[in-house]
């Protein structure tokens, strides 16, 4: 089940201490970049509990800007948070697109042409909602990339991670996967992956599926251009999958 915003499960608090200090500051305003910095995290989680995206976006990225490189712990903190709040408006803004959807033309129902004018602009609308909601999507992953590669034991950006390939889709199953059984590497008590896990083996054994037959379906096409020259079809030959050790054997038929 996904973490609705302000559960304790999305957002950190922790704060890092014993960063070597940066030549070009002064011990003083390297301490005043790390409070300020904490102050802007905590108004960004409070924004993210009242469900108030932009704006906690928006504070989470000044605090990442502020943020010391050499605080590396927080700064991976930061970039988690972030990609917490990307996630939740992919999921925002996808159930905005599912409502307009259910009431395309509710409003104009005895106004047929002007309803048959409006049926392009809905389509580009509906468009650009979806490259909107993938795009943050893709800001997800980024910043879940970028959270583990500065802490790579840090659970919770594996786990949006994996949450976020799994929505983008087919083509991210395989990485959702690897991200969920990273997770269980670390902590093999994390409890949510398991079932996820053999979801996703699930998921991808039926896209693997389907894929094949896409594919035999292709072939089958290219194969009739050349057959039906000689008076033949892929229907004449019979393909028999050998159970003991899975390959196809090509059988004619008359």
């Known amino acids: 089940m996904e973490n609705l915003p302000g559960s304790?499960?999305?957002?950190?608090?922790?704060?890092?201490?014993?960063?070597?200090?940066?030549?070009q500051l002064s011990a003083e305003e390297i301490e005043e970049m790390k409070i300020k910095c904490d102050q802007l995290k905590q108004q960004g989680n409070t924004k993210f509990k009242d469900n108030q995206l932009d704006e906690a976006?928006?504070?989470?990225?000044?605090?990442?800007?502020?943020?010391p490189l050499t605080n590396i712990l927080e700064?991976?903190?930061?970039?988690?948070?972030?990609?917490?709040?990307?996630?939740h408006k992919h999921g925002e803004e996808s159930s905005q697109s599912d409502g307009d959807d259910n009431n395309k033309g509710r409003n104009n129902l005895t106004e047929v042409e002007e309803e048959e004018e409006e049926d392009d602009k809905d389509d580009e609308d509906n468009l650009e909602t979806k490259e909107k909601t993938e795009s943050w999507l893709d800001k997800c992953v980024a910043d879940c990339s970028s959270s583990i590669d500065l802490n790579e034991k840090y659970i919770k950006?594996?786990?949006?991670r994996a949450q976020a390939y799994r929505k983008m889709g087919k083509d991210k199953l395989d990485l959702s996967l690897e991200d969920y059984?990273?997770?269980?590497?670390?902590?093999?008590?994390?409890?949510e992956c398991y079932p996820a896990i053999n979801q996703l083996k699930e998921e991808i054994d039926k896209r693997n599926e389907q894929m094949k037959n896409e594919m035999i379906g292709k072939l089958k096409d290219i194969g009739n251009v050349v057959l039906?020259?000689?008076?033949l079809s892929t229907?004449?030959?019979q393909m028999v999958k050998n159970p003991d050790?899975?390959?196809?054997?090509?059988?004619?038929?008359?």
Do not use: H, W
């Open 8 to 23: 304790s499960e999305e957002l950190e608090n922790n704060d890092s201490n014993g960063e070597p200090e940066l030549q």
């Open 57 to 67: 976006i928006d504070l989470y990225s000044q605090a990442i800007n502020l943020c």
């Open 75 to 87: 700064r991976s903190v930061l970039f988690n948070n972030r990609a917490a709040a990307y996630f």
């Open 157 to 160: 950006p594996y786990l949006k």
């Open 181 to 191: 059984e990273m997770v269980i590497k670390i902590d093999p008590t994390i409890k």
């Open 228 to 231: 039906n020259k000689f008076g």
């Open 235 to 237: 229907d004449n030959f």
């Open 245 to 254: 050790t899975g390959s196809y054997s090509i059988n004619f038929k008359s």
